[in-house]
């Protein structure tokens, strides 16, 4: 007979006495098939339903456990996760059967707060584990985002940089041009008024002084 996993896991709801799996309030060994799962669930849903144990104030806390360890053992993914869990956490051989689970279970005003507890923390647990994938999920583009947003950002830079310096050294060469076309032209002025001779001594002159 396989071993039943009777380890607590975080956020299922506890007596003040005992803790139960999933697997205990459905009844089930952790090796149960989705079948026996669904036949399990089924079965206790009429057991525990509140319009049928209305004299019972506790049938409607009863329903919902069962309703979770359903919910939990019903999906492949949940289910593996849960189970990772109880391995965590070791094992104890306790075995209990559902309905001893439903009918020993000792509902006291420690074992109500102590539901009361256990189910917000659960809540909060899975509230805290969507907002973490679903944060890793979002994270991926955003880092591609930011990535490409960065590498434009580079090109636009260097690309604002190469431009300007273009600008800048036609700039130079513009006002060079400039200056050597004075310089021709003033040439040619002095070559017609003064004559060859007297414009090669000038040219000469010039050519020491800037030496």
Not at 162 to 182: G, L, V
Request: aromatic fraction near 10%.
């Amino acid at each position: 007979m396989p071993k039943r996993l009777n380890v607590p896991y975080f956020g299922v709801a506890m007596s003040k006495k005992f803790e139960y799996s999933y697997y205990e309030i459905l009844g089930l060994t952790n090796d149960a098939t989705k079948k026996q799962v669904k036949d399990a669930y089924v079965k206790l849903s009429k057991q525990v339903h509140p319009d049928v144990n209305r004299s019972d104030p506790k049938s409607h806390d009863k329903f919902v456990e069962v309703q979770e360890a359903y919910r939990i053992l019903s999906s492949p993914t949940e289910r593996q996760q849960y189970d990772a869990s109880l391995a965590t956490r070791g094992m104890h051989n306790r075995p209990i059967h559902a309905t001893e689970y439903h009918q020993s279970r000792p509902y006291t005003q420690q074992g109500e707060n102590n539901d009361i507890y256990n189910e917000e923390m659960q809540w909060y647990a899975r509230s805290q584990q969507k907002f973490y994938y679903g944060s890793r999920k979002r994270s991926k583009p955003m880092v591609v985002i930011f990535g490409l947003g960065l590498i434009a950002l580079g090109m636009a830079l260097h690309t604002g940089a190469y431009t300007w310096s273009c600008k800048h050294r036609k700039e130079i060469m513009d006002e060079r041009d400039k200056i050597n076309f004075a310089h021709l032209n003033r040439s040619r002025e002095q070559a017609r008024t003064l004559g060859n001779t007297i414009q090669l001594e000038l040219i000469q002159q010039r050519w020491k002084e800037d030496k």
